[in-house]
């Protein structure tokens, strides 16, 4: 008898034998509620669909009434809203105005979904005509930080005051939290949370949802305020500042290309981290699937199990709806 000495010792294989038994040791479980689901609005008579990002619509304040059911009822706990105004100025003022695009969709959404969380996105590069994230020295054309935390504090009352559950600021100011959290605490408005966009890299993932929520920039780029692909401390450092200034949960952008940020993060703080997996991410996933040379279903949740692995507690993604009803 031979005793084949050379062979392992260790099978690992004999774990994968069947679907059963995979499953019985799969390590990282996707579920509906670690989703959220990006909804744009803007005024207008009827929907339009987002050329560059197939399946996602910019609402109307008619259609998202609907949208909120269906994303409701496919199980999904939050949404986050992107406004898109009327009319954009230097000063964002659309996004102040208790008549604003945010506030009366806000309103609508916890009228009609009251337990459907609301987060809803505070940036300033929504309703400016400049693009940019931040207001802007019209002289110089310099980025102004603090007047843009005066703002952004405003801002989030307003949304607070509207309903929104919490909220969510992407423009990567420095001081972002703690300003928002001291005017929220100071209005009354305890319980409203923040979901900090800490570490939003510069990253060219960002292209279609400029055509989605119509917010191309006019002059120059973001590059001195998200941070540089390149760097990975520099996005702890961020998150250590946010937490210190009371974020309540921190989020990493965009998510696939940053997937070792994710599990530094997870790995250095006990706040939930949350990843936002972006427009380019949906949009090249959607167009290798069109060309036949990905299987859409399987590669989206295989995306999203690899951000869940990552150490990511929650997704945004554009995928939310269909996923939801993949996973279920
Ligand atoms: C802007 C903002 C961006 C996204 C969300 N909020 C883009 C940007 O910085 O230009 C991108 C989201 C996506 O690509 O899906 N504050
Ligand atoms: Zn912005």
Redesign the pocket.
């Known amino acids: 008898m031979s005793t084949f000495p050379a062979y392992p010792t260790s099978r690992p294989r004999r774990l994968r034998t069947n679907q059963n038994i995979r499953a019985l040791l799969q390590e990282t479980r996707l579920s509906i509620s670690d989703l959220i689901c990006p909804i744009f609005v803007r005024h207008d008579s009827e929907k339009r669909p987002v050329q560059s990002m197939p399946g996602q619509y910019q609402h109307t304040l008619q259609s998202i009434v609907d949208e909120v059911k269906k994303v409701e009822q496919l199980g999904l706990k939050a949404i986050m809203l992107f406004g898109i105004p009327e009319k954009k100025d230097p000063e964002g003022s659309d996004n102040l105005s208790p008549n604003g695009i945010a506030t009366k969709a806000i309103q609508i959404i916890k009228k009609t979904c009251p337990d459907l969380l609301v987060i809803s996105d505070l ?4 309703y400016s005509d400049h693009g ?2 931040c207001i802007i020295d019209p002289a110089n054309k310099t980025y102004l930080n603090e007047p843009t935390l005066e703002y952004l504090a405003k801002a989030a009352v307003i949304h607070a005051q509207a309903g929104a559950d919490m909220l969510a600021p ?2 990567m100011m420095d001081g972002t939290v703690k300003a928002i959290r001291h005017r929220l605490d100071e209005t009354g408005f305890t319980n409203t949370s923040i979901m900090c966009h800490s570490s939003k890299y510069a990253s060219v993932l960002y292209g279609p949802f400029r055509e989605a929520a119509e ?1 191309t920039i006019q002059f120059g780029d973001r590059k001195t305020y998200q941070i540089d692909p390149p760097n990975a401390r520099e996005a702890l450092k961020e998150m250590h500042i946010d937490i210190a200034e009371g974020a309540d949960i921190l989020m990493v952008k965009p998510a696939s290309f940053y997937l070792d940020i994710i599990r530094q993060a997870h790995d250095n703080f006990e706040t939930p981290i949350a990843a936002y997996q972006v427009s380019g991410e949906y949009s090249m996933i959607h167009a290798a699937a069109d060309k036949g040379w990905l299987d859409l279903k399987s590669t989206t949740l295989e995306s999203l199990m690899a951000i869940k692995r990552a150490g990511a507690q929650n997704i945004v993604t554009y995928f939310a709806k269909e996923a939801a009803q993949w996973i279920s």
């Not at 940036?123 to 929504?126: E, G, I, P």
């Open positions: 940036c300033l590069c929504d940019h994230c992407s423009g917010c």
